[in-house]
């Protein structure tokens, strides 16, 4: 994925992949920036969800100065 932006996965009880978004206000600061992350995430997912397994994806963005925590499931390196 990019620089400042995670994805947090792990598989899901349910039969569909579900996708999830926390696009903090404290790492983009403008309202139509996090809208259009939003609508690039969930269009992204809306095309190849029946392609993916039954996992629940959590898009995340983080600060420049943190690196990601190693609490997640897993975090996944290719674009959704």
Do not use: C, M, W
């Not at 206000?25 to 039954?54: M, T």
């Amino acid at each position: 994925v990019g620089k400042y932006v995670v994805l947090a996965v792990r598989r899901s009880p349910q039969r569909l992949a579900r996708l999830g978004l926390a696009i903090a206000k404290k790492h983009a600061k403008l309202a139509g920036d996090r809208n259009q992350i939003k609508r690039i995430a969930r269009e992204s997912f809306r095309v190849r969800r029946l392609d993916l397994p039954s996992v629940e994806i959590v898009v995340l963005t983080r600060s420049r100065e943190k690196k990601s925590s190693g609490s997640r499931s897993k975090i996944a390196s290719h674009g959704v």
